[in-house]
């Protein structure tokens, strides 16, 4: 397997299976002259559990970042946690070629996929607060309704101290490094300052 596509560990459980988009340079209106990230996360447990997806045309890179862990047939729950496409893009080939369990989603993150892909998929509504047990950990789902849209969702695992922020605490960028302290002040400082939330990278654990 290519290291470059390769899961970077987060914790013991999770992995971050997302995709570099060296190239784009306007996103919705805002200038990415470093690029972005679309960020989906593995949860290895019981229930193996995957968190968002990535744009369509990354879905390959994502699926390799997968397969270096798992072979993804063995995936049993996907949560979308925000409907638009740099998060859901490959959401439905990803639901064809898994075949998960089950597929979860805020209230308003199920209506805003059925508009989006107009399918026959059963997306599951969750609650504010509610919480499923994976195995050892067990995910909490939050509404976050307009950061920055109806649709938006957090999912919290508390025994690992670990946040899916979808569009908070973040910004547009392109790295090869995933954590915030092993990249410059500075660029952080600036493309925080400069472009909308879409988080691509966290300090480690």
């Known amino acids: 397997m290519n290291s470059e596509f390769s899961a970077v560990p987060i914790t013991k459980h999770v992995y971050w299976v997302g995709a570099i988009d060296w190239n784009i340079r306007d996103f919705h209106g805002y200038a990415t002259s470093r690029g972005t990230t679309y960020n989906a996360y593995l949860i290895m447990d019981k229930k193996i559990t995957l968190i968002d997806t990535v744009k369509r045309p990354f879905f390959p890179e994502m699926l390799a970042r997968i397969r270096s862990v798992v072979d ?4 049993d729950i ?3 946690n925000h409907a638009e496409m740099d998060h859901s893009g490959s959401l439905p080939e990803a639901i064809e070629l898994i075949k998960p369990e089950q597929v979860f989603a805020s209230s308003m993150g199920t209506v805003a996929l059925q508009d989006h892909f107009h399918w026959k998929t059963k997306v599951l509504s969750v609650k504010d607060q509610e919480k499923i047990s994976l195995g ?3 995910l909490q789902f939050f509404e976050t309704r307009m950061l920055h849209w ?4 957090f999912t919290w695992i508390a025994r690992e101290k670990l946040l899916f922020s979808q569009d908070a ?5 392109a790295s090869a490094r995933r954590f915030a ?6 660029i952080l400082v600036e493309e925080g300052a400069n472009t909308s939330p879409t988080s691509c990278c966290r300090t480690r654990p």
């Open 78 to 80: 996907i949560v979308s």
């Open 181 to 186: 302290d092993e990249l410059p002040g500075n």
């Open 150 to 153: 109806p649709d938006s969702m």
């Open 169 to 173: 605490f973040g910004m547009h960028l």
């Open 72 to 75: 993804p047939a063995r995936i």
């Open 136 to 138: 050892e950990l067990e």
